[in-house]
């Protein structure tokens, strides 16, 4: 990671600009026909508990203000990597890898035996990043009954689950 950038557990006041470093992510997705709704981000009410309970990372420029975020959360008695977006001003740096990593490291330390996440198979910036970070794709048989609804929650945003994989990282 470029020594511009810092990732820091995330402050009360980085919430607010934490929608639009999504809403600029998902603009890569354009054209890729697979986000119907570019606008949807994480509601700003999650970010908030997830900031008080100490599971959304930030990535800072030399400013100290956000250019990047990952979001935590319990699924299955597992850590689950719900949201990672960077910036594209700052992306090609780094920054993905380490904010994975410190939820990875976060992860482990709390007692987590794996991590998982729900991401597009065939774009290059989702699932063979992963993969390259030591996650590897759930088969269908693998998926838990809190995995399959949270494909539903997916599917009900609008992705389309048929290009969506579930994968795993042990820690």
Known sequence: ?????????????????????????????????LVQDLNHTVPVEELKRAQKASRLWVATGLDGQPVGFALAIEVDGLAHLDELDVHPEHGRRGLGTALVETVCEWAKSTGFKAITLSTFRDVPWNAPFYARLGFHILTEDELTECLLQLRETEAGLGLPISKRVVMRREL
């Open 1 to 33: 990671m470029d020594n511009d950038y810092k990732i820091r557990l995330a402050d009360p006041q980085d919430i607010p600009s934490l929608p639009e470093i999504e809403q600029a992510a998902g603009k890569l997705f354009a054209g890729l026909d």
